[in-house]
């Protein structure tokens, strides 16, 4: 699908959908628990791979509705799959559920689409052999197809952390129900961090205890999950506010508002602090859940990503609006994403008239060199590429056609009919 932009502003009041980390850890935790319902999953193609696994270990996971999930779970024991489980796009779901087949007595075989092939998984399959487990990459490159075989036994690990946090956080999901329990040291510093907080919260709200030690993390042995009354409620999605917010903020007419904003473990709530420092105007009534975001001359600034890959091209993208340079920092492990989205910002950016530099570790977007014109720009088949470049149409002068539109499903489904309806001019084609 195509999707083409002009110019637009935008005003009026959205609703954040679910995040999906949180609704991704609890249809898992709900698998490896007796039975669990999840209220406000999001429901997108990458969380319906993580249910599509759920019941390839045993569990059931039925919509009773749009705003909940009953899931029976596996109780702590996962079968062997009968079949190859696909993860289709969703590395979170290809590094959960490896973890998941390391503790099942049998072997699991785990693929995902070209994208989720070309992602690096090779230290969670070597954490799993030094478990005592096998596990393998049928290209031998690291990369999906997989092949793990279990039960692993061990009870202490370590791994890098520099590549990716779902290591980690696929670990300790499937380490309370080892006998032993899991020490996880790290082997570098960790990144995306806060994504391994928003499991240990999931982990607490299912009754399972975890914690940080001193080199690293640690769960508890022989545990079952339980979430407190049989329910678990999932929370917005800063990473898909991000586009809202932005969008007020470079095309916010009157402002835009989005409503059920609550603060939790999400690194990405960092958004509004990158956005304040450019100047813009934001507030957030945290109670009510209420954030306001309206247009406003923003300044160039320097961020780190180091917490919140998912944040680099929206803020690529309010560089590109900005007076002066904005330097994104720490942005490495953003190579290892659907695609490498440091180089595909840089790059469909500048399709748009944008100047950038681009190094291994960061992206500068270079505001003042930069006029934003309208292009026909590739999404790269990435959610986050073409949300983002819809937030830069808003502001270009002149139309932008965004090639693979339809891959917003990943993560936020509903994105193009909230943006038409907040008043953005577009218009969808094959
Ligand atoms: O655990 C999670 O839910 C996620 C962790 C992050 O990945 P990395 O830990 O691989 O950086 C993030 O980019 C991804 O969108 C979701
Ligand atoms: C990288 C992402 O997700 P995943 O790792 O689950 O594919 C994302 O949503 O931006």
Same mark, same amino acid.
């Given at each position: ?220 042995? +022989? ?7 049989? !329910?678990?409620? $999932?929370? %917005? /999605?800063? @990473? =898909?506010?991000?586009?809202? &917010? ?106 748009? +008239? ?7 570790? !960061?992206?500068? $977007?270079? %505001? /003042?060199? @930069? =006029?934003?014109?309208?292009? &026909? ?54």
């Amino acid at each position: 699908m195509h999707v083409t932009l002009s110019p637009s502003s935008v005003r009026g009041t959205a609703r954040a959908p679910p995040s999906k980390s949180y609704t991704h850890r609890a249809i898992l935790a709900a698998g490896y628990a007796d039975e669990a319902t999840v209220h406000d999953p999001l429901w997108s193609a990458d969380t319906k791979a993580t249910a599509r696994a759920v019941e390839a270990f045993g569990g059931d996971v039925l919509r009773a509705g749009d705003d909940r999930l009953e899931v029976s779970g596996f109780d702590g024991r996962p079968a062997v799959p009968e079949n190859v489980i696909d993860c289709a796009n969703s590395g979170t779901t290809m590094r959960l559920v490896t973890a998941t087949a390391a503790v099942a007595d049998g072997t699991t075989v785990l693929t995902g689409d070209e994208s989720l092939r070309s992602r690096p998984q090779g230290p969670l399959l070597e954490a799993i052999d030094d478990l005592g487990g096998q596990a393998f990459s049928t290209r031998g490159n690291g990369q999906a197809p997989l092949v793990v075989t279990g039960p692993v036994s061990g009870n202490r690990v370590s791994i890098p952390g520099d590549v990716s946090s779902q290591y980690v956080s696929a670990l300790l999901m499937a380490g309370g129900l080892l006998e032993d329990g899991l020490e996880i040291a790290l082997e570098t510093e960790l990144k995306s961090a806060p994504y391994v907080d928003v499991t240990l919260e999931v982990l607490e709200d299912f009754g399972v205890a975890a914690r940080h030690t001193d080199d690293g993390f640690a769960v508890d042995g +022989g545990q079952s999950y339980q979430a407190a009354g049989g !329910s678990y409620h $999932v929370p %917005g /999605d800063f @990473s =898909s506010i991000s586009y809202l &917010a932005a969008a007020g903020a470079v095309a916010g007419d009157e402002s835009v508002r989005v409503r059920g904003v609550y603060p939790s473990a999400q690194g990405d709530s960092a958004i509004l602090e990158a956005l304040e420092c450019m100047g813009a105007d934001v507030a957030w009534d945290r109670e009510e859940g209420v954030l306001e975001v309206s247009r406003s001359d923003l300044e160039g600034v320097e961020v780190s990503v180091a917490d919140t890959p998912d944040l680099l091209p929206t803020i690529a993208v309010l560089g590109a609006v900005a007076e002066g340079d904005t330097h994104i920092t720490n942005a490495e492990h953003v190579r290892y994403k659907e695609t490498d989205r440091v180089s595909a910002m840089a790059e469909e950016l500048g399709k748009m +008239g944008v100047r950038t530099t681009e190094e291994r570790d !960061s992206l500068t $977007v270079h %505001g /003042d060199d @930069s =006029s934003l014109e309208g292009a &026909a720009v590739d999404g790269r088949g990435d959610h986050r590429i073409v949300m983002s470049l819809a937030v830069a149409a808003l502001q270009a002068e002149g139309e932008t056609r965004i090639a693979g539109g339809e891959h917003v499903d990943v993560s936020f489904p509903s994105f193009f009919d909230v943006l038409y309806d907040l008043g953005a001019s577009l218009e969808r084609s094959a």
